[in-house]
């Protein structure tokens, strides 16, 4: 009896030892491991930080690098006065455009050329629309029409819908035509810029550029007559042809 007493008491201490170790490297088991997780979540956090300080300094140095090159760009620091983004003007240093006008358009020749030097540029003194036309088809039969077309017409008179409609057959739908509309001291400014509106919803890739609405309450930037810009009011009319022209570029 004694004996079975000694052996049962052996057995249960066998059993407190050998569960007394299982608990004890279950606790430095789960010691260990929650260390190894606290360990990653530093190094995550670590290496969390540290890519946010190099977008950071990737930022600022990409910005740095920018400013530089604004400083350096004369078109740049003629143009950004008026709106233009530093990114717009490199966009229009590389865009093939066509431009026909009158004696507005003409008189800011070197603006346009400045910031659009692929540029076909066509002005003429007392223009009208009814020449323009036939001067389209044989700037298309030159290969001279670029995907990007600004038109600065309508300073000297009226269209018919036949002559506008020529014009935009020969155009075609796949070119996009900003036609800048009209500030005159005329009888015929209010009509041609409610037809030019009227045609902007017929023709999908006719885009008018609201140089009227943009030189309201700017008498200094034009000349006597009331519509040709001065020296003063050229870098505003182009710069706000130019807006619409790179409106999608940021």
Known sequence: ???QETKSKKGLIWGIAILAVVLLDG???FGVHQQAQAKAAAASASSSKAAVR???SAKKMREATQASEKAKDPVYKDFAADGLSFNQVQAAKQLDVTAVGDSVMLGSEYLYKE???KIYFDAGVSRQIYEAPDLFKSL???GKLADTV???LGSNGTFTDAEFASIMNTLGSKRQVYWINVHADTT???EVNRDLVSMSHRYQNLHIVDWHKASEGHDDWFVADKTHPTTEGQP???ATVAKAVLAKVK
């Open 140 to 142: 298309a039969a030159s």
């Open 27 to 29: 606790g430095i088991w």
């Open 115 to 117: 910031l659009f030097p």
């Open 54 to 56: 190099s977008r950071a």
């Open 150 to 152: 600004i038109i600065g």
């Open 1 to 3: 009896m004694h004996r």
């Open 236 to 238: 505003h009319y182009v």
């Open 188 to 190: 015929w400014t209010d």
